[in-house]
Every structure is written in structure tokens, then in C-alpha cells.
Nanobody, 120 residues
Framework: QVQLVESGGGLVQAGGSLRLSCTAS?????MGWFRQAPGKDRDFVARMHQSGSTYYADSVKGRFTISRDNAKNTVYLQMNNLKPDDTAVYYCAATNNLVPGQKVGGYDFWGQGTQVTVSS
């Protein structure tokens, strides 16, 4: 069982930036981020394979950047030009599935979530 611990959420004004971090207790093939706004489903944000390949949701392309330090089993999400619609609880996710995709069910391990609030 892999444990994931997130940090870095907070309150920021629209146009601002935040950086989320997630450290895993063990190595996994893919690490990524999802987010869930109140009353909505948990949606895919970005993922990164240990090889370095990345994939982003259309809504964050050009604004968010995912990166990974394999030696530290840590994944980061740099969020720039934040918008009020980005407000959500952000969850770190990880899996050893070869093709995890963008669905919640494709990931085996989850963090506890960190709140990101963007004010207008």
C-alpha cells in the first residue's frame, strides 16, 4: 500500500500561482492530480509517468505544469494564472497500471486532498 501526502494548497487571487506537492511512500509508474469542486465529480487534471511523459486536461493546458522527482517519489503541480473555476479540493493519485487514463478508477492510491481557493 502506497501512502500519498499532499501539501501546498491555499487561498490566492485570480491570476495568481500556487504549487502543490505530493510525496509517495513508494515508487509508482504514474502520479497525477485530480480535483473536485463542491457538488461535482472528481475530475482529472494532469498525470506524469516515471519516464517523463505527461498528459493534461484541456482546461489547464498552458497554465498548469506537472513535474516529478523520481528520486524523492514526489510529484508537483505548478498552477499559474489561476481562475475562480480552479477552486476545488486537489487530490494526488498514483498507480502502477500501465494505462491509467484519466478516470478515477484507473488509480489505486489517493492522498487526503488539499484545498485550493481562487478569489475573483
Amino acid at each position: 500500500q502506497v501512502q500519498l501526502v499532499e501539501s501546498g494548497g491555499g487561498l490566492v487571487q485570480a491570476g495568481g500561482s500556487l504549487r502543490l506537492s505530493c510525496t509517495a511512500s513508494g515508487r509508482t509508474f504514474t502520479m497525477g492530480w485530480f480535483r473536485q469542486a463542491p457538488g461535482k465529480d472528481r475530475d482529472f487534471v494532469a498525470r506524469m509517468h516515471q519516464s517523463g511523459s505527461t498528459y493534461y486536461a484541456d482546461s489547464v493546458k498552458g497554465r498548469f505544469t506537472i513535474s516529478r522527482d523520481n528520486a524523492k517519489n514526489t510529484v508537483y503541480l505548478q498552477m499559474n494564472n489561476l481562475k475562480p473555476d480552479d477552486t476545488a479540493v486537489y487530490y494526488c493519485a498514483a498507480t502502477n497500471n500501465l494505462v491509467p487514463g484519466q478516470k478515477v478508477g484507473g488509480y489505486d492510491f489517493w492522498g487526503q486532498g488539499t484545498q485550493v481557493t481562487v478569489s475573483s
